[in-house]
């Protein structure tokens, strides 16, 4: 079955520290893959998406970045925190060549930048 | 003007009363999510949909792909429903998701 795995799903980092989130897809292959963001008080904005390893599209300029080392591995990153980049961030895949197939969402991770 | 509107931006309402959460879209699409984010920030998928109506247990979602609306119901509603229902619909074109801002619902005992 399709699956997809974020983590961690909650974090505290100080300002200037790097940051990792990974996600992972199972039961899948060349899946389509999102980062989204939160903002307190705000709905979800598309940070990132990509249709293939090592292609990132970035929708928001900002202090974030993205990779696709691997066909189900997605991992958004940052060199140096800022407390803006405090939030809650979603992961999601789906299928490009399957018109109507489902999008899956990871269960987040909840950023706070101290 | 966003693309995916959501309404009620909050509502809250007694234990038990029928609730429901409408989501206008204005771009063609191949689907429609409905997903419940809690407190903690957690995110659970709850109906995927691209035409008709789905039923789980206590939660209904209907969609009329003429009117580009679909709406969320909540039966016999319960203080453990209180959450954030977000609708998210996925573009015909690129299959992107684009997410409404949210409806936050408090339920009281």
């Known amino acids: 079955s399709q699956t997809i795995h974020q983590w961690p799903a909650t974090l505290v980092q100080p300002v200037g520290s790097p940051l990792s989130l990974e996600c992972t897809v199972e039961g899948t292959s060349n899946p389509n893959l999102y980062w989204y963001r939160q903002a307190a008080g705000r709905g979800l904005q598309l940070l990132f998406y990509?249709?293939?390893?090592?292609?990132i599209s970035s929708e928001v300029p900002q202090n974030l970045s993205a990779s696709r080392p691997q066909d189900r591995q997605f991992i958004l990153s940052s060199k140096k925190l800022l407390l803006s980049d405090s939030g809650f961030y979603l992961c999601?895949?789906?299928?490009?060549?399957?018109?109507?197939?489902?999008?899956?969402f990871g269960q987040g991770t909840r950023l706070t930048v101290v | 003007k966003n693309e995916v509107e959501q309404s009620p931006q909050n509502l809250t309402a007694q234990e038990g009363e029928f609730i429901t959460i409408n989501c206008s879209y204005s771009?063609?699409?191949?689907?429609l999510h409905w997903l419940q984010q809690h407190p903690g920030g957690g995110i659970v998928s709850l109906f995927m949909?691209?035409?008709?109506?789905k039923k789980h247990g206590r939660l209904i979602a209907t969609i009329n792909i003429q009117e580009k609306h679909s709406s969320l119901h909540i039966t016999a509603s319960h203080p453990r429903d209180s959450a954030v229902y977000i609708c998210a619909v996925r573009l015909d074109s690129n299959y992107q998701l684009i997410w409404g801002a949210g409806t936050k619902l408090i339920i009281k005992p």
């Open positions: 771009v063609g699409i191949s689907a």
């Open positions: 949909l691209s035409s008709g109506k």
């Open positions: 999601a895949w789906s299928s490009l060549i399957q018109r109507g197939a489902e999008a899956f």
């Open positions: 990509s249709v293939g390893i090592g292609q």
